[in-house]
């Protein structure tokens, strides 16, 4: 044994061969965090004065390589001085130098997951051999920094200027046969040969078959294209990022950057620019939101899994009540996570929408040859579909209701239901609106029920509000989460009232959207803005995608909800449009008009809407795009803290990740706790009250964030 750690150890074979194998102890996965580049520069140390070695082969003992950074770690470097986030960057660059230095070949095979910091160790050896098992990339620019371990000056060396910008901006892991074809790995064999070709590679470099200081020196220079050709490659690709990227998402122009300044110098030159563009992009705030997103999910889902743990009979059987749209798809969702279902609706239309609606997106899969039609068939073949509360009831563990909106239903339908199923399981309402505890009223079994509030498409939206009514259990909530994950979702529990967490949030968005719109905003302009702010579509969009019955509907039972704040004086304008013919997208006119131009969804305004809505609102005026984002973004945000004081959400980053996940807040600003810290809460009280002598309690703070504003505090730390 040459060395022998926490995280890694180094033995010595009978041929004179260092093996270092990555196996953190205690843990699932290996990464680099300080601990690990500790014990990795102690390890070179060692080897160093170890004599008789003749090559050093690196592998894993767990089931990824390496997964890369400990992004935990990060946060307290980003709020450093420029010096120290290069000098925290210092000490694991120095060992991947120490590594192209050793005066034997270093061979690294390549396991399963080899990411960021886990893909530039690799870079740094003379050959790599991946299993076909292998995934690789680096995926530093989704979380706003750029790789800081000699990723962007080693890459464009060993694979291409182009791959390099392709892989790095994208941050997309890549198969094992992906990085063959790009030449970032150079062997690729099935799993259970990977470590005799590694061994096999190593012998090959020790007898000279393989000429691994050519493999290195090619490193030590210029990238391998021409400089005229890496100039061209270049100058499209930083219009290309502008263009897809913008301002946004500054990683990705860093990235860029660091790859081609790198590329005429030598490779320490290159790692020295490296650094500087690293410390560029650690410093943006969308650096610390998406930082921030990644570490608030990890909580999220850690917080989910051990709530799933106490979990002691898993849901073998779910039901469904209703096959509409949302039923459906939770019916879907169930089968192709391998729970069956049954499905219940009372008429046979319904059921046949349900199933011809998971029929097609199946179909969607099997044409894209990511599934047979044996395994479609099997899926489908989970999900029963009835008319009638027949014996398989019986076997329901959990039971999701998705009829109607309307409380005199659900009632009749929940009490119904709850004599026909298993005393033990548990019932859970999709209701958008509902409260919880108010639907709750007449059933024997109350503990066991709660809110399971899924959002449209189910398929494809990954957040699920778990709502914990006045006399829901701990455990109710606990097989929700459990069922939830078995989903593939991720839960986020809220307490009980009007909108719950999401809704509430997004209606108070609305509300200063509508007020805008009366006040003689163009909704097209608007949209425009909110758009370019980072929003996947603007609110005016959003509504007819929603439905524009569907948003009266949830403008109604919020407003009255909510009225303080809510409150308005003229009439919605999705009532106009609805006056007027529109429900939104469903039947191709709304706010916009819809149409398919070349087989692909197109909008335009609808003139006569737009006129409709000028005539009813204030004369039109323009207001400035900080004017239009601030009248929007403000009532969100002071409902987040509504929220968070009244404990409908524990934390601001489960009130964020909902946001993120529910709606599609612009990710690289983090949710709205986090703009608020991004303003400042002193600015943004500031901001605020500007608004609350002319529109009201919409913008009036709370006093707790004028407290936080005085103490200079934050919603995250
Ligand atoms: N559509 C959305 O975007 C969305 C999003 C989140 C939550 N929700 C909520 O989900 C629920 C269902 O909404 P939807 O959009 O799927 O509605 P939908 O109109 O598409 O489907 C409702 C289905 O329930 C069936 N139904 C009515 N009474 C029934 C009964 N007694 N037993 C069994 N089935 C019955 C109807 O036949 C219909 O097929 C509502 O509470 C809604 O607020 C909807």
């Given at each position: 044994m040459i060395y022998s750690g926490e995280s890694l150890s180094v033995t010595k074979s009978d041929k004179g061969v260092a093996h270092l194998i990555f196996d953190r102890k205690s843990e699932s996965v290996n990464k680099f965090d300080r601990l690990t580049v500790a014990e990795f520069t102690a390890a070179l140390d060692k080897l160093d004065v170890?004599?008789?070695?003749?090559g050093l082969i690196i592998s894993s003992?767990?089931?990824?390589?390496v997964v890369g950074?400990?992004?935990?770690?990060?946060t307290a470097v980003l709020k450093e001085t420029d010096d120290r986030i290069a000098a925290h960057l210092l000490p694991h660059s120095d060992n991947l130098r120490r590594l192209e230095k050793l005066g034997y070949p270093v061979v690294v095979a390549i396991n399963g997951f080899a990411l960021g910091g886990g893909l530039e160790v690799c870079l740094a050896c003379d050959f790599r051999v991946a299993s076909e098992l292998a995934v690789v990339g680096l995926p530093e620019t989704g979380l706003?920094?750029?790789?800081?371990?000699?990723g962007t000056a080693r890459m464009p060396r060993v694979a291409g200027v182009q791959t390099a910008l392709e892989w790095i901006t994208s941050g997309r892991q890549q198969k094992a046969q992906a990085a063959l074809d790009a030449r970032v790995v150079d062997f690729l064999v099935p799993a259970d040969g990977l470590l005799a070709k590694t061994e096999s590679v190593m012998a090959d470099c020790q007898r000279g078959a393989l000429d691994y200081k050519a493999a290195r020196a090619s490193k030590?220079?210029?990238?391998?294209?021409t400089v005229a050709e890496a100039q061209r490659i270049g100058d499209a690709w930083t219009i290309d990022v502008a263009a897809k990227?913008?301002?946004?998402?500054?990683a990705q122009g860093c990235a860029t950057q660091s790859v081609l300044q790198g590329l005429e110098k030598s490779l320490d030159e290159a790692l020295l620019v490296e650094r500087q563009r690293f410390v560029d992009a650690a410093k943006t705030w969308q650096a610390r939101a998406l930082i921030g997103n990644f570490l608030s999910d990890q909580y999220l889902m850690k917080c989910a899994r051990e709530r799933a743990k106490?979990?002691?009979?898993?849901?073998?059987v779910a039901g469904v009540l209703g096959a509409g749209i949302m039923g459906g798809g939770i019916a879907y969702q169930s089968a192709i996570t391998g729970t069956p279902v049954i499905m219940k609706d009372i008429n046979q239309d319904g059921l046949d929408l349900g199933m011809g609606q998971a029929s097609k997106l199946l179909s969607k899969r099997v044409k894209t040859g990511r599934m047979t039609e044996e395994k479609k068939a099997a899926i489908l073949a989970l999900i029963t579909p009835a008319l009638d509360y027949d014996?398989?009831?019986?076997?329901?563990?959990l039971l999701v209701e998705a009829v109607v909106e309307n409380i005199r239903v659900k009632h009749a339908v929940l009490t119904d239901v709850e004599s026909r199923i298993n005393p033990s399981a548990i019932i859970c309402s999709n209701t958008s609106t509902l409260p919880i505890t108010d639907l709750a009223e007449?059933?024997?079994?109350s503990p066991q029920f709660c809110g399971m509030h899924f959002f449209n498409p189910v398929h494809a939206m990954p957040l699920v509000e778990i709502i914990r009514g006045a006399r829901t259990s701990e455990q109710t909530i606990n097989r929700a989460v459990a069922y939830a994950l078995s989903l593939q979702k991720k839960p986020v529990i809220v307490n009980d009232c009007?909108?719950?967490l999401v809704n509430r949030l997004l209606f108070a968005y609305f509300a200063g959207f509508l007020q805008l719109v009366y006040d003689g905003g163009d909704f097209e302009v608007i949209d425009k803005v909110m758009e370019k702010w980072g929003?996947?579509?603007?609110p005016a969009y959003l509504a007819d995608v929603v439905g524009l019955d569907t948003m009266q509907h949830c403008d109604d039972v919020l407003g009255a909800a909510y009225s303080n704040r809510l409150r308005k004086e003229f009439k919605s304008w999705y009532q106009v449009v609805i006056d007027m013919g529109g429900l939104g997208q469903k039947n191709g006119h709304g706010f916009y008009r819809y149409s398919f131009v070349d087989g692909r969804p197109a909008k335009i305004v609808d003139a006569e809407v737009k006129a409709r809505v000028t005539a009813l609102a204030k004369p039109a005026r323009s207001f400035t795009e900080d004017e239009i984002v601030e009248r929007l973004m403000i009532p969100m945000a002071i409902e987040m803290a509504i929220a968070l004081e009244e404990n409908i959400v524990a934390s601001p980053a489960e009130g964020d990740v909902a946001l993120l996940y529910g709606v599609g807040f612009p990710p690289f600003r983090g949710g709205v706790a986090r703009w608020m810290d991004t303003v400042g809460l002193r600015s943004f009280c500031a901001m605020a009250d500007q608004y609350t002598g002319k529109?009201?309690?919409?913008?009036e703070v709370t006093p707790r964030q004028r407290e936080m504003a005085v103490n200079n505090e934050t919603y995250y730390s």
């Open positions: 170890t004599t008789g070695i003749t003992a767990k089931g990824v390589f950074a400990d992004i935990g770690e990060f706003g920094i750029i790789p800081g371990w000699g030590e220079s210029a990238a391998a294209e990227f913008g301002a946004h998402f500054p106490t979990v002691t009979a898993p849901v073998k014996e398989g009831f019986k076997k329901i563990d007449p059933l024997a079994r009007p909108g719950f929003w996947p579509m603007g529109l009201g309690l919409l913008y």
